[in-house]
Each structure stands twice: as structure tokens, then as C-alpha cells.
């Protein structure tokens, strides 16, 4: 588990502004002869996890991945794979008979790649990296279905395609997602053009959220599902195009509010530089507000004293179970929580005279 700490340790390239938080592909599976996972038992989830085991085990390309059975591990350790894309958040919960596979690059695109067994569908296999890759987690999570084809009887229906428990994703089951953080088109109030476009695209936008699917922070997450009408690379083709205009539109939105200097925006920059300077208890959820609007009052020139931060680093190391790993109390409360948080995010993001 130290490894994941390590991962999100390590400092990436911050030159330039880029609204693409991570990108997020995942491929769906489930094996014949079993039930899907809506409607399995734990026994039968035991079987498919052993079997995933044995199959993956011979296989040179997935030697590197380190398996973790989710119901031997420690429910902030689940929170903490939960809190870094590793696995859903559903898997947190309901453990039994649940596994998942690992490997994180030390390369320079450092995707953390994860064969998560009996989420929604008996295989989710995932690639995620910190920024625009939607072609580079493809390939990575495409080529790891095709080796576990060769092991393992996928179930597949000559008129639908790949069967799986979300109708949606029927045929392929590729889904790709960009976290996005667009506080210069929110702050613009250009946000719901965007939104008109996306739904006109058939993508799915949800806010960044912790509970009730909240907009947290001006981020937000757009999802694409390849269709049965539409092949993978179209799909991926597409979101590509996506991708590469809503960087457009949130940098051009950045520019406006650069020259204009809208005095509503200005003050909430600063009530917000003021707020982390000072306060000496911070929640994730306030933090996460904070940096967005500190992000956005670097882009318009107006905060000196401030490093460039990486905001995906950030909000991967001030997560409550990222911090309580650090805490040597077992039962830490939450006062003691905020105000490692709150320390954590002057050291990272001020400096030092």
C-alpha cells in the first residue's frame, strides 16, 4: 500500500494550464456461465475472483500487478484505493469475494492501471492518468482485455456484443470520463453552453462529488459510453475532439477574465486566499472550494506569493484517509484531520519567505 502513497508523492509537470484533471477508460467484462454481479452471491463472487487469479497468474504482461483482496484489507485502506480511483466507491462497502489488480507506472504518462473483479460487472479494467490521455489509457486498458480473453470466456452475444449488467454499455463496454476544473466558465457563467453541447453529444456530465452529487471545487466529470452503433475508435476519437474544446473554451473564458478583471470574481479569489492563509481547520470539501479558486486567481496573474500547484496531486493528498494514514492515532478525529489539512495546504501551496 506504501506504493500508492509513493505514486501521488511524486511531482509532475506543472508548466502551462490544463482544465483536464485526470482521464479515466474503462473496459467492462463479465465471464460466462456466471451470474453478473447484481445478482450474485459471495460464493459464486469467490469463484470468479480465484478464477480471474488463476488466469491472470501465467500471464508475463500482468506480472507486475499486485492483487489486494478487498475484504483483507482495512476499511480506510479501501477508502484510500476508493480516493484515488483504484476502485469504486461501491467497492468500499461490499468487499466480500472482491479483489483488484494493480500497476502503477514509473514511466513518464505514470497510469495507474487496475483490474477491478466483481464491481458492477465481474471485470472493470482501468486506466487513469493525471491530465489529458484518453488515447494512452485505451490502448493500455484495451490490450489488457485482449490478453485476458485469451484465459478467460467473456460473455458475448453475436447480435449485442459484450454482455454486461449496465444496458448502457452493451456491446463494447468502453467508458471514457475527464475529470474537468472550469471555474473561468463557471465564474463567466458560460457553463451551461457547455452543458447544452455535451448533452447534444450524448456525454454525461455529473459534478465532482462526494455525497448527493454535489458540484464541488467548478470540477466536473464528462462520460462517454461507446455505443452498439459505434465502434471504439470512433468513440475515442470523439472524445478526444471533446476533450481537446472544453480545454479551449475554460482557456479562453481564463483569458477574459485575466484582462477584465471582474471585481466579483477578484474578491472571491481573494476571500479565498485569505481563508487558506489563515484558517487552522480546513474539510475536504472547503479545501477543495479554496484551491479552485486559488488555481483561477493564479491564471489571472493575481496572486505573487503563490507556487503553481498541481491540483490533481493536491486533491489525491489532502483526502480524509489519505491524511489519517499518517496519523499514528487510530481513531483521529476529525478536528485533527482539518488541521493537518489546512497545515498541509499552506506548506504545499505558499512561499516561503
Known amino acids: 500500500m506504501n506504493g500508492l502513497k509513493t505514486y501521488f508523492k511524486q511531482k509532475k509537470d506543472l508548466s502551462g494550464h490544463n482544465p483536464v484533471i485526470y482521464t479515466r477508460t474503462s473496459i467492462s467484462r463479465n465471464i460466462s456461465g ?42 480506510l485502506k479501501r ?5 484515488e480511483n483504484i476502485i469504486s466507491k461501491p467497492m468500499v462497502k461490499k468487499s466480500g469475494g472482491r479483489g483488484v489488480m494493480i500497476k502503477l507506472d ?11 473483479v466483481n464491481e458492477e460487472d465481474h471485470l472493470k479494467i482501468q486506466g487513469v492518468v493525471g491530465g489529458p490521455g484518453i488515447k494512452e489509457t485505451f490502448r493500455r486498458v484495451d490490450s489488457i482485455e485482449k490478453i485476458l480473453e485469451g484465459n478467460l470466456n467473456f460473455a458475448f452475444d453475436g447480435n449485442l456484443g459484450y454482455l454486461t449488467s449496465s444496458p448502457t ?11 474537468t476544473h472550469l471555474p473561468a466558465l ?5 457553463i451551461n453552453d457547455l452543458i447544452k453541447k455535451l448533452n447534444k453529444l450524448n456525454c454525461t456530465l455529473q459534478g465532482y462529488h462526494i455525497q448527493d452529487s454535489e458540484i464541488l471545487g467548478n470540477m466536473f466529470l464528462v462520460s462517454k459510453e461507446s455505443s452498439l452503433e459505434r465502434n471504439d475508435a470512433d468513440t475515442v476519437e470523439e472524445m478526444e475532439a471533446i476533450c481537446l474544446n472544453i480545454i479551449d473554451q475554460e482557456k479562453t473564458q481564463a483569458e477574459d477574465l485575466k484582462r477584465e478583471k471582474p471585481i466579483n470574481v477578484v474578491d472571491n479569489i481573494f476571500r479565498s486566499y485569505g ?9 475536504f ?13 493564479l491564471e489571472m496573474g493575481l496572486l505573487d506569493d503563490l507556487k503553481a500547484f498541481d491540483f490533481y496531486y493536491l486533491i489525491n493528498i489532502i483526502g480524509d484517509s489519505y491524511l489519517k494514514s499518517y496519523i499514528t492515532e487510530q481513531d483521529a478525529s476529525i478536528d485533527q484531520v482539518d488541521q493537518i489539512r489546512a497545515d498541509l495546504l499552506r506548506e504545499q501551496i505558499f512561499i516561503r519567505e
Request: zero cysteines.
Open 169 to 179: 454499455l452493451v456491446g463494447s463496454g468502453l467508458e471514457i470520463s475527464i475529470l
Open 275 to 283: 481563508v487558506v492563509k489563515h484558517a487552522r481547520l480546513l474539510s
Open 285 to 297: 470539501e472547503e479545501a477543495i472550494e479554496l484551491l479552485s479558486m486559488l488555481k483561477l486567481g
Open 186 to 190: 463557471v465564474m463567466s457563467f458560460h
Open 106 to 116: 514509473q514511466g513518464k504518462n505514470r497510469i495507474i492501471t487496475s483490474i477491478m
Open 79 to 83: 477508502n484510500l484505493l476508493a480516493e
Open 34 to 75: 456466471f451470474k453478473f454481479d447484481i445478482s450474485n452471491k459471495v460464493e459464486e463472487r469467490r469463484k470468479i475472483l480465484s478464477l480471474v487469479r488463476n488466469a491472470a497468474a501465467p500471464l508475463d504482461d500482468l506480472k507486475d500487478f499486485d492483487f489486494y483482496h478487498l475484504g483483507k484489507l482495512g476499511k
